[in-house]
Each structure stands twice: as structure tokens, then as C-alpha cells.
């Protein structure tokens, strides 16, 4: 998809984790997050193996969502170590967390009635890796959908 083509925010949320996919994130995960949390629509959430990955995931979500989806961040954060970064797109929040970050926040449960997007269904993930805790929170949300 170009940025001349209307793009869903369900589309922009694949192109970021897509991005995220081909830095080779690990726990990729995209929920639809618009009938539990009032101000976004959808959370993409993945994990980087270290700071460097963090910031590269970061940064080709950035070029990808801005040259395919036509969309600038609102805000960037990132924690201070470097083991969690966010792009707010408003509609969309992409949280990177390195492993342990990811563990103790625990983002995708405190939102685990919101639908999970099945990637493994979807064009152009090539590098799909899930962890143990990841994969039966995928695994769940096939069986109650």
C-alpha cells in the first residue's frame, strides 16, 4: 500500500507491525483495543532483543507507517535504559519492550478482552516468533473469537 491509497487504521497498525516483523521483533502482537480504552483504536506491541533493536524497530515503524500509511507520530517516548520506546499515532500506540520490560508490564493481558488481529492470517510476516506466554495468549483469543 502507498501513501496515496486510503489507508485503514487497521491497515496502518499491519503496515507497523510488518516493520517490526522485518527488524525480526519477536511477540508480535496487534489488538483492537477500541471498545475497552477510549482513546486509541489499536495497540501493536512487540519485543526487541536489546536497546540497538529497540531503536531500529522504532525507527522503521516510523518510516514505514509515514511512507505507506501516510501517518506522523503524535509523540515518541522511550524509557531512559532503553528497554521500552512508543510511537502514539493517536488511533495506534506501538509499544517496543526488550523481554524483561515486556514481562513485567504485561501490557497485552491488562487488555486481554480486546481481539488479537491473527498475523499468521495476514500478507508479509515473514519472521513470526512467539514465546511460550505469547502464543497462549494468541492461541486464547482464537478459541474465544
Known amino acids: 500500500m502507498d501513501g496515496t491509497a486510503t489507508c485503514t487504521l487497521r491497515d496502518a497498525a499491519l503496515i507497523a507491525a510488518r516493520a517490526a516483523d522485518d527488524k525480526k521483533a519477536t511477540d508480535i502482537m496487534v489488538q483492537h483495543v477500541s471498545d475497552l ?3 486509541t483504536d489499536y495497540f501493536v506491541i512487540v519485543t526487541a532483543r536489546n536497546t540497538h533493536q ?3 524497530i522504532i525507527d522503521a515503524i516510523e518510516d514505514d ?3 505507506k500509511a501516510d501517518m506522523k507520530p503524535l509523540a515518541r517516548e522511550m524509557s531512559q535504559d532503553g528497554s521500552w520506546s512508543l510511537l502514539d499515532y ?3 500506540v506501538v509499544h517496543v519492550f526488550q523481554p524483561d520490560t515486556r514481562d513485567y508490564y504485561r501490557l497485552e493481558q491488562l487488555w486481554n ?3 488479537i488481529i491473527d498475523l499468521a ?3 508479509g510476516f515473514e519472521n513470526l516468533e512467539y ?3 505469547i502464543a497462549q495468549i494468541i492461541e486464547s483469543s482464537k478459541e474465544s473469537s
Open 54 to 56: 529497540v531503536d531500529a
Open 113 to 115: 478482552d480486546a481481539p
Open 65 to 67: 507507517v509515514r511512507t
Open 131 to 133: 514465546s511460550d506466554r
Open 37 to 39: 480504552i477510549g482513546v
Open 90 to 92: 493517536g488511533s495506534i
Open 121 to 123: 492470517a495476514e500478507e
